[in-house]
């Protein structure tokens, strides 16, 4: 019988996973159909239950339900505790595991993709809300020299880099609002606010970007204001939140089936398209 997999959000015609899933299985032979799943805003608990019980035997969890399934889960991993957040589902006799595949994702992206090497680096992490909770411990994972996490509302990044610092290693991680970068400089700096979404860009200092500096969005798909910015404010390169998307998507994908994914041949698709 072909197993049954799933992307549920709301909305969720947008999502690009079943086309990403679609190629991933192909490519190694797996015998599984997903598709991608409308949960009402009230019923998204009830949605996941009624799939399991179908059949279903794991999900991908998007806007705006990451909190609701790490609450739903029965357990998680040590990732997804990390960023409070679960964005994929695994369902078996023992119950519902969650966990959070977006920091690996970006950290896949970043080193394999771009070939950024983050040990000994100096870390620029825009925003304090889930999407950076989500990357935060895979970043510190990779030993970078200095954190830096920034925020319009200072006092919400503080208290996230509070909360990680038993976390931070020999990494030197600090906090604050966007004026306190002035005069400070940086290797990688990685956009997880909301600000690309409304078309706009974080009102950050002059000469943050060091040589050979890399500016990263986690939106995807356009030219956003956070990278026009960065461009003309000397970063060397620019990078949008693309191959996250894809190298999150493989990690769901090796959690559920065993099997890693190539996933250089779907970002080209995906960039062809």
């Not at 990779?142 to 006092?155: E, G, I, K, S, Y």
């Not at 990688?188 to 409304?198: D, E, F, Q, Y």
């Not at 030219?223 to 894809?246: I, Q």
């Not at 190298?247 to 996933?263: I, K, N």
Request: net charge positive; hydrophobic share 50%; glycine share 10%.
């Amino acid at each position: 019988m072909t197993d049954r997999y799933a992307v549920i959000g709301n909305p969720i015609a947008h999502s690009k996973s079943p086309q990403i899933h679609a190629v991933f299985a192909r490519q190694t032979f797996q015998d599984m159909r997903y598709e991608a799943l409308l949960a009402p805003l009230d019923g998204f608990a009830q949605s996941v239950r009624a799939f399991a019980a179908a059949g279903g035997r794991g999900l991908n969890v998007t806007v705006p339900f990451k909190l609701e399934a790490h609450a739903l889960a029965d357990t998680r991993s040590p990732r997804a505790e990390a960023a409070k957040a679960v964005n994929t589902l695994l369902f078996s006799a023992a119950g519902i595991h969650g966990d959070n595949t977006d920091g690996v994702g970006l950290v896949a992206d970043l080193t394999r993709n771009l070939g950024v090497q983050l040990a000994g680096k100096r870390l620029l992490l825009l925003g304090a809300g889930g999407a950076a909770r989500g990357v935060l411990l895979p970043l510190l994972e990779q030993r970078p020299a200095a954190l830096f996490l920034a925020n319009r509302t200072a006092d919400k990044a503080r208290a996230l880099g509070d909360e990680f610092a038993a976390r931070a290693g020999a990494c030197r991680i600090e906090s604050g609002g966007f004026a306190a970068l002035a005069g400070r400089q940086f290797d990688l700096v990685i956009n997880a606010t909301a600000a690309g979404l409304s078309d706009a860009a974080p009102s950050l200092p002059d000469g943050l970007y060091a040589p050979g500096s890399l500016a990263y969005d986690m939106v995807y798909g356009r030219e956003t204001p956070f990278l026009a910015a960065a461009r003309a404010k000397g970063a060397a390169r620019c990078a949008d939140g693309l191959g996250m998307l894809v190298e999150q998507a493989a990690e769901s994908f090796f959690l559920w089936r065993g099997v890693r994914p190539p996933t250089a041949p779907v970002l080209d698709q995906l960039r062809g398209a």
